[in-house]
């Protein structure tokens, strides 16, 4: 059953400056991230705006933008926060991620979980410092959180 909220994102759109072609796997994470944040998600700006809302993301130098709009497009308010202290932790999970990716190839069941609960605990932490960066800005749940750091992450990526 769709979610009905008010207080929900319904699109989800990634502002990339350049066009930036990313291995299958990365897309793939793409894909099932804004499909999952869609389906299921806890979104809404602080103030009196009402949802549902369409999110347009991007980053601005060390700032991640949150350009929220009303569920037609209508500009509603931006909201840019600086991420640059989620920059160490994004290279460790990309490190992470590579080893996992490499691993599910060939590698032994218990170093493919070893990498995974790594990549999961990484992930985690994001999503968890996430939360605190927009907590005066956008009051987020953790799962929506957890998704929002993949697209961070997927931004990051420059060619």
């Known amino acids: 059953m769709p979610n009905k909220r008010p207080n929900r994102l319904v699109h989800v759109v990634l502002e990339e400056k350049t066009l930036v072609r990313r291995r299958p796997e990365v897309e793939h ?4 991230a804004i499909y999952d944040l869609i389906e299921e998600n806890s979104f809404q700006p602080i103030g009196d705006w009402q949802g549902p809302f369409t999110l347009h993301l991007s980053m601005e130098s060390s700032r991640l933008a949150f350009d929220i709009r009303s569920e037609d497009g209508i500009g509603l308010v931006c909201v840019a926060v600086n991420v640059g202290s989620l920059y160490g932790l994004i290279k460790e999970y990309f490190i992470v991620c590579d080893t996992y990716f490499t691993s599910i190839k060939s590698a032994p069941t218990s170093r493919i979980e070893a990498a995974d609960m790594a990549r ?6 994001g999503a968890k410092l996430l939360v605190d960066i927009l907590k005066d ?8 959180a957890r998704r929002l750091f993949t697209l961070l992450c997927v931004l990051h990526i420059r060619g």
């Open 120 to 125: 999961r605990s990484l992930h985690n932490e």
């Open 137 to 144: 800005r956008i009051d987020i749940d953790f799962d929506t």
């Open 29 to 32: 994470e793409r894909q099932v």
